[in-house]
């Protein structure tokens, strides 16, 4: 028994259960009202009257988390009566996670604290294509470097060491893959990786709970924890435009990866019969358009293409928010935003709506969008994004 509805208008907090095997749930619901609240902090009465739990049950929980380092007292809130309240606070630093950004031709790995500020980074270049034992190599050795820093270890097994509260190591590259079981399938241009259990693979390894995503779920559910619109339920697409060409798709406020988790794929949708030939196998794709168009300098061309595929995009699921991303886009941001505005806005004079178009932002956090997302695939749980 659970309830899923907020407590107050527009909370944006589901109600709590006070039920024991709910534990885990409840304890989710308080860390994000703590995390929420920030350095100011937030009352044990305000967290029951935000989540429907019972004034004892918040205590209990709250004397859990603090026991185990996760909250401190924040200091004392005047009341409209009785004693000042003691306000509790989330400790960024009582725990972390690593997001790794496996792109084809590089490598990024962040730390970040429990309120996902980034506290140390590695990037590099890498080859995907150089096989697996190389590519594990690699992650292993930029998880470790970053881990570091806060006193982690490489036993001789191979681990890392658990006491540094590291909550796991999140992977994002791009797709296909199998999100729920962390199985690549046949990356384009890289077919040798179809099949491979990349998450087991690393598990083992690092001795840590590893997930992996799609690089454009990953900015997804990074850019859904850190946004109003994520927060208010909202629906964007984050598109991101690099050594590839995908889509991240936010609905509701949570990440829409499909029944088969291969939502998203949006670079492969062909928008010219007949046209130049794709790694995919088809021809004409919006991928091998666009970043042609780019390679040979034409950038407007190729924020058009990218305009009318976002308008395909904006058409099919009537999203409110387009947020572009990735190195490509970084290279020429007004340009591509001014692009995209463009199709969009004639798109939506044809269709009688100009007055309310579609807004297009580059995305924040830059290049590390990706990487930080990776990271929430392990923080989002904490704190009640089951959608990770």
């Given at each position: 028994?659970?309830?899923?509805?907020?407590?107050?208008?527009?909370?944006?907090?589901?109600?709590?259960?006070?039920?024991?095997?709910?534990?885990?749930?409840?304890?989710?619901?308080?860390?994000?009202?703590?995390?929420?609240?920030?350095?100011?902090?937030?009352?044990?009465?305000?967290?029951?009257?935000r989540?429907?739990?019972?004034?004892?049950?918040?205590?209990?929980?709250?004397?859990?988390?603090?026991?185990?380092?996760?909250?401190a007292?924040?200091?004392?809130?005047?009341?409209t009566?009785?004693?000042?309240?003691?306000?509790?606070?989330?400790?960024?630093e009582?725990?972390?996670?690593?997001?790794?950004?496996?792109?084809?031709?590089?490598?990024?790995?962040?730390?970040?604290?429990?309120?996902?500020?980034?506290?140390?980074?590695?990037?590099?270049?890498?080859?995907?294509?150089?096989?697996?034992?190389a590519?594990?190599?690699?992650?292993?050795?930029?998880?470790?470097?970053?881990?570091?820093?806060?006193?982690?270890?490489?036993p001789a097994?191979?681990g890392?060491?658990?006491?540094?509260?590291?909550?796991?190591?999140?992977?994002?590259?791009?797709?296909?893959?199998?999100?729920?079981?962390?199985?690549?399938h046949?990356?384009?241009?890289?077919?040798?990786?179809?099949?491979?259990?990349?998450?087991?693979?690393?598990?083992?390894?690092?001795?840590?709970?590893?997930?992996?995503?799609k690089?454009?779920?990953?900015?997804a559910?990074?850019?859904?924890?850190?946004?109003e619109?994520?927060?208010?339920?909202?629906?964007f697409?984050?598109?991101?435009?690099?050594t590839?060409?995908?889509?991240?798709?936010?609905?509701?406020?949570?990440?829409?990866?499909?029944?088969?988790?291969?939502?998203?794929?949006?670079?492969?949708?062909?928008?010219?019969?007949?046209?130049p030939?794709?790694?995919?196998?088809?021809?004409?794709?919006?991928?091998?358009l666009?970043?042609?168009a780019?390679?040979r300098?034409?950038?407007?061309e190729?924020?058009r293409?990218?305009?009318?595929?976002?308008?395909?995009?904006?058409?099919?699921?009537?999203?409110d928010t387009?947020l572009?991303?990735?190195?490509?886009?970084?290279?020429?941001p007004?340009?591509?935003?001014?692009?995209?505005s463009?199709?969009?806005?004639?798109?939506?004079?044809r269709?009688?709506?100009?007055?309310?178009?579609?807004p297009?932002?580059?995305?924040?956090?830059g290049?590390?969008?990706?990487?930080?997302?990776?990271?929430?695939?392990?923080?989002?749980?904490?704190?009640?994004?089951?959608?990770a």
């Amino acid at each position: 028994m659970s309830a899923t509805t907020g407590t107050g208008p527009g909370s944006g907090v589901s109600a709590g259960a006070n039920l024991g095997v709910l534990r885990s749930h409840n304890t989710a619901l308080v860390l994000g009202l703590l995390r929420d609240a920030g350095a100011e902090g937030i009352s044990r009465l305000e967290i029951a009257e935000r989540t429907g739990l019972t004034p004892q049950a918040v205590s209990k929980i709250t004397a859990r988390l603090r026991e185990q380092g996760l909250a401190a007292e924040a200091g004392r809130r005047a009341s409209t009566g009785g004693k000042p309240r003691t306000v509790l606070r989330l400790v960024p630093e009582a725990g972390h996670a690593v997001g790794v950004h496996l792109d084809r031709d590089a490598l990024r790995v962040v730390l970040v604290d429990l309120d996902g500020t980034v506290v140390a980074e590695r990037c590099g270049e890498l080859d995907l294509g150089a096989g697996a034992e190389a590519v594990l190599g690699a992650v292993c050795a930029g998880v470790r470097e970053v881990a570091g820093g806060l006193g982690a270890g490489a036993p001789a097994g191979g681990g890392l060491d658990r006491a540094v509260s590291l909550l796991g190591v999140g992977v994002a590259l791009p797709g296909p893959l199998d999100h729920a079981r962390g199985v690549l399938h046949r990356v384009t241009g890289f077919p040798e990786w179809d099949g491979f259990p990349l998450r087991d693979a690393l598990a083992e390894r690092l001795g840590l709970p590893v997930a992996v995503d799609k690089d454009t779920n990953a900015a997804a559910l990074g850019l859904a924890v850190g946004s109003e619109e994520g927060a208010a339920g909202g629906s964007f697409a984050y598109l991101h435009l690099g050594t590839g060409l995908g889509a991240g798709l936010v609905i509701g406020g949570s990440v829409h990866r499909g029944v088969r988790t291969g939502a998203g794929e949006f670079g492969h949708q062909v928008i010219q019969l007949d046209g130049p030939l794709c790694e995919c196998g088809n021809r004409g794709c919006v991928e091998v358009l666009c970043l042609g168009a780019a390679a040979r300098g034409e950038v407007a061309e190729a924020a058009r293409v990218l305009g009318v595929a976002a308008g395909n995009l904006v058409g099919l699921l009537d999203i409110d928010t387009v947020l572009l991303g990735g190195r490509t886009v970084a290279g020429a941001p007004e340009a591509y935003v001014r692009g995209v505005s463009e199709v969009l806005g004639a798109r939506a004079h044809r269709e009688g709506t100009a007055e309310d178009p579609v807004p297009v932002r580059v995305a924040p956090r830059g290049e590390r969008v990706v990487a930080e997302g990776a990271a929430q695939l392990l923080l989002a749980p904490l704190f009640g994004r089951g959608d990770a």
